[in-house]
């Protein structure tokens, strides 16, 4: 485990041994007990898209673990006046000590990790979210204390969130049904991944019967905003909401990578009787992403 570039680069180990890292940062956290795994080094943070949750739990990450982060726009680059990304990639090797990006392209991710010879980590692309899949499972293992077996659902498009919260959930031994519309499904490559662990419907409610983890995501991801009235008539079905979840699990958790859109792709009624599981998982940002970079920057 060199880089965190998509969930399929992981094994089930992998998966483990960050989960468990991410519980122990999250004890000494709340405990007050110091952890300056990384006192000295420096973490490049590339932004090509804006963020709230990722930007704030890197840096405050960074800085619990007694390092530096170092928030660099697009703007802020060469790159936005030509230079090659291998170029970039290169200096930042002689200054920093690992990289996190949220941009764009996965293969710009790839690029990045090829020619820097640093640790870097996915921060959000267009085909891979692995940081909010680690989240996800942190949240899963804190409220059910097992992942294998269970099984999961996810309501809505088969986007980079959908992308990795399946294959993160099928390394980890569940099963998963995704509800979406013709074509909006994930990635061919999940699907061949996923296998037999994966089933794909339209229908939400087959989805959710029975599901002990059901997830969903806004109905429009950033740059997609010009699709907004198609989307919203073709994810009308597509809510989570109490309907829904009598179907579900009698235990089941729900989960939301967040901002949440009341109204669309969850009802506000559900929102707000899930609301502590969804901020946890969004606190788990924090102590996952941590576990990353101590592994990864820290050895």
Same mark, same amino acid.
């Given at each position: 485990?060199?880089?965190?570039?998509?969930?399929?680069?992981?094994?089930?180990?992998?998966?483990?041994?960050?989960?468990?890292?991410?519980?122990?940062?999250?004890?000494?956290?709340?405990?007050?007990?110091?952890?300056?795994?990384?006192?000295?080094?420096?973490? $490049?943070?590339? !932004?090509?898209?804006?963020?709230?949750?990722?930007?704030?739990?890197?840096?405050?990450?960074?800085?619990?673990?007694?390092?530096?982060?170092? !928030?660099?726009?697009?703007?802020?680059?060469?790159?936005?006046?030509?230079?090659?990304?291998?170029?970039?990639?290169?200096?930042?090797?002689?200054?920093?000590?690992?990289?996190?990006?949220?941009?764009?392209?996965?293969?710009?991710?790839?690029?990045?990790?090829?020619?820097?010879?640093?640790?870097?980590?996915?921060?959000?692309?267009?085909? $891979?979210?692995?940081?909010?899949?680690?989240?996800?499972?942190?949240?899963?293992?804190?409220?059910?204390?097992?992942?294998?077996?269970?099984?999961?659902?996810?309501?809505?498009?088969?986007?980079?969130?959908?992308?990795?919260?399946?294959?993160?959930?099928?390394?980890?031994?569940?099963?998963?049904?995704? $509800?979406?519309?013709?074509?909006?499904?994930?990635?061919?490559?999940?699907?061949?991944?996923?296998?037999?662990?994966?089933?794909?419907?339209?229908?939400?409610?087959?989805?959710?019967?029975?599901?002990?983890?059901?997830?969903?995501?806004?109905?429009?991801?950033?740059?997609?905003?010009?699709?907004?009235?198609?989307?919203?008539?073709?994810?009308?079905?597509?809510?989570?909401?109490?309907?829904?979840?009598?179907? $579900?699990?009698?235990?089941?958790?729900?989960?939301?990578?967040?901002?949440?859109?009341?109204?669309?792709?969850?009802?506000?009624?559900?929102?707000?009787?899930?609301?502590?599981?969804?901020?946890?998982?969004?606190?788990?940002?924090?102590?996952?992403?941590?576990?990353?970079?101590?592994?990864?920057?820290?050895?």
């Amino acid at each position: 485990m060199k880089n965190l570039l998509k969930m399929s680069d992981l094994t089930r180990e992998d998966i483990n041994l960050i989960l468990n890292k991410a519980d122990q940062l999250k004890f000494e956290h709340k405990n007050g007990i110091e952890h300056r795994l990384l006192a000295g080094k420096t973490l $490049a943070m590339i !932004f090509n898209k804006s963020s709230t949750r990722t930007r704030v739990s890197f840096e405050a990450g960074m800085y619990q673990l007694g390092g530096h982060a170092l !928030f660099l726009s697009s703007a802020d680059l060469q790159i936005s006046r030509g230079e090659p990304l291998e170029d970039t990639a290169r200096v930042l090797f002689r200054y920093v000590d690992g990289i996190m990006i949220r941009t764009f392209a996965q293969q710009e991710v790839e690029d990045l990790a090829l020619h820097s010879g640093l640790p870097v980590v996915n921060g959000l692309t267009d085909y $891979a979210h692995p940081c909010q899949s680690l989240a996800n499972l942190m949240t899963v293992r804190e409220n059910f204390a097992y992942l294998e077996g269970l099984k999961a659902c996810y309501i809505g498009d088969g986007n980079n969130v959908c992308n990795s919260f399946v294959v993160g959930c099928v390394i980890s031994g569940m099963t998963v049904t995704v $509800a979406c519309p013709e074509g909006y499904e994930p990635h061919p490559d999940v699907l061949k991944l996923a296998g037999d662990k994966l089933t794909i419907t339209r229908d939400p409610k087959e989805a959710a019967l029975g599901a002990d983890v059901v997830y969903t995501d806004v109905w429009m991801s950033m740059g997609q905003e010009e699709e907004a009235r198609t989307r919203k008539e073709v994810f009308g079905n597509y809510q989570v909401n109490s309907e829904l979840m009598k179907l $579900a699990s009698k235990d089941a958790i729900v989960l939301h990578c967040l901002p949440a859109h009341r109204g669309e792709e969850i009802t506000a009624e559900v929102f707000d009787a899930h609301a502590g599981v969804i901020f946890d998982e969004a606190e788990n940002r924090l102590h996952a992403q941590k576990a990353v970079l101590a592994i990864l920057m820290g050895g």
